[in-house]
């Protein structure tokens, strides 16, 4: 082992140590040999041990210690520790910022056990009122978790999205001739990007990415990377660009089908042309890594996919009133500008303390204050929900009179999630058969690159929607994207109905409705079969079929 590898060592045991409240005089001693060690310049192999020994900070204990992990790679009071703690919470402290005190809190009061939990939870300001923190370190702190995902080579979609659009502005600012396009895992749209941002172009632009990004881009080993995403370029001819794009953005089952039909190849102008000139239904790209279907019944598919622009609803939202940063007023009218006819707001039950979930007295102060706004709006209307936690035992977190109050319940699970699928299972089928249940909110729990959701027999828990008129939320946070498309055509086979719901937390949460379009699109979801699609009048009769089941 190297001196840092063994100096680190130290300082993570120390950390560990700190984090389960251990004898702060021998955790100080930990970082001191940290700080003793990093800072050798001869190699701990190559000394005796009764001369590194005597290093200043260095006692019999550590010595011992040091030569433990010379000899065995390995030192078993720190794998004790680890032992002791959740490998993600290992991971944060692997984030700038973050000392002991504050990954303690942020463990033991939060329960967060992953870098990306944690930053699924900033993203829901979960941070600010905890004592030792505050608005300006969650933003430092989503910031460097961010970088720390970045590193680890798998992106969101909007990380990525975000790189491209940037490349797109610089190019086209500079040479607005070259004609490129994005293809591959970030062409298809896919949840996360496992692979670099694909670019085909039919110009050099690498010298002016280099010139234009600055510090944002670098070299690596595998080529650019800007703002951390890798990107691979290549060029293409101006002819052959639309053809490569469609091939190139397409799973090897539909690209190899696409080779052997067409028949035209050049000279188009866009994707929709090359599918007309060769005869061939058109698939858009978030279709074209469906499974196990031939082309035409790809494309029948594809004639009636839900788009952006048929959502008319939004559906989930947090507000003040637990842990979101605008009012009811501020949501409804931001929601109003974007075109939308309704608003649900669905703040957190009782039994959601860390997110300042509603008492009984709360909910109806917001059910006079959700009266008073829609008083004020005209053509628009604010909707009562709730997001209603979901017990150990299956239980609602209110009472089935309490739960009669909202025009909407969504229930979800928010705590004790390590279950096998057995408990999970039974767990939300009993709440999807409560009568008040209109929905099953993100129904694995799961966060994207951050923490695996709870294992469901998803088979089931669709069969219970379906037999009790129950929604499947589609969560359109970029961080869940739960359910996961794959199940969508499951559902609809069922005749279960898909929410694309933001769960917004501020207004620019409302935007992340786009992704969810863009995850219910490649699990071919129609216009017909998404609740949302449904204009206000509509809505409104759907909620009053609520009965007795």
Known sequence: MTNREIANSFNLLGKLMELHGENAFKVRSYYSAY???????????????????????????????????????????????????PPGVIEIFKIKGLGPKKVKTIWQEMEIESPGELLYACNENRLIELKGFGEKTQADIIKQINFFLAAKGQFLYPTVEAVAEEIEKVIEAV??????????????????????????????????????????????????????????????????????????SSGEQIAATLRTKLKKTTGFSSESEVFEANNIVFIPAELRDYPNKSIQDIGDIAKGLVTEDDIKGVIHNHTTYSDGLYSVKEMAEYSQSLGYEYIVITDHSKSAFYANGLSLERIAMQHREIDTVNESLSDFKVFKGIECDIL??????????????????????????????EKATSRLIKAIENPYVRMLGHMTGRLLLSRQGYPVDHGKIIEACA???????????????????????????????????????????????????????KGGLSKDKCLNTLGLEAFSAWLCEKTEK
Request: contains cysteine; proline residues 3%; glycine residues 6%.
């Open 392 to 421: 150990y035992d299956g239980r609602m977190d209110y009472e089935d009179v309490d739960l009669a109050s909202f025009d909407l319940v969504i229930a979800s699970i928010h705590s004790q999630l390590k279950m096998d699928e």
């Open 175 to 248: 040479d607005p001739d070259a004609q490129i396009a994005f293809v591959g895992e970030y062409g298809m749209r896919a949840p996360i990007i496992s692979t670099a941002l694909n670019i085909l172009c039919t110009e050099e632009i690498e010298d002016i990415l280099v010139e234009e990004m600055g510090e944002d881009l670098s070299y690596e080993d595998d080529g650019i990377h800007i703002h951390g995403v890798p990107v691979q370029i290549e060029l293409v001819d101006a002819e052959e660009i639309i053809l490569e794009q469609i091939l190139r």
């Open 467 to 521: 037999a009790n008129d129950v929604v499947i939320e589609l969560n359109a946070n970029p961080h869940r994207l739960d359910m996961d498309y794959h199940w969508i055509e499951l559902a609809l086979e069922k005749g279960v109905r898909i929410s694309i719901n933001p769960d917004a937390h501020n207004k620019e949460g409302i935007h992340d409705i786009k992704y969810g379009v863009y995850a219910a699109r």
């Open 35 to 85: 700080q003793a060690l990093r800072r050798l310049d001869s190699p701990l192999s190559d000394m005796d041990p009764e001369v590194y020994g005597e290093i200043r900070g260095i006692g019999k204990a550590i010595q011992g210690k040091i030569t433990e992990l010379l000899e065995n790679g390995q030192m078993q009071t720190l794998e004790r520790y680890i032992e002791m703690t």
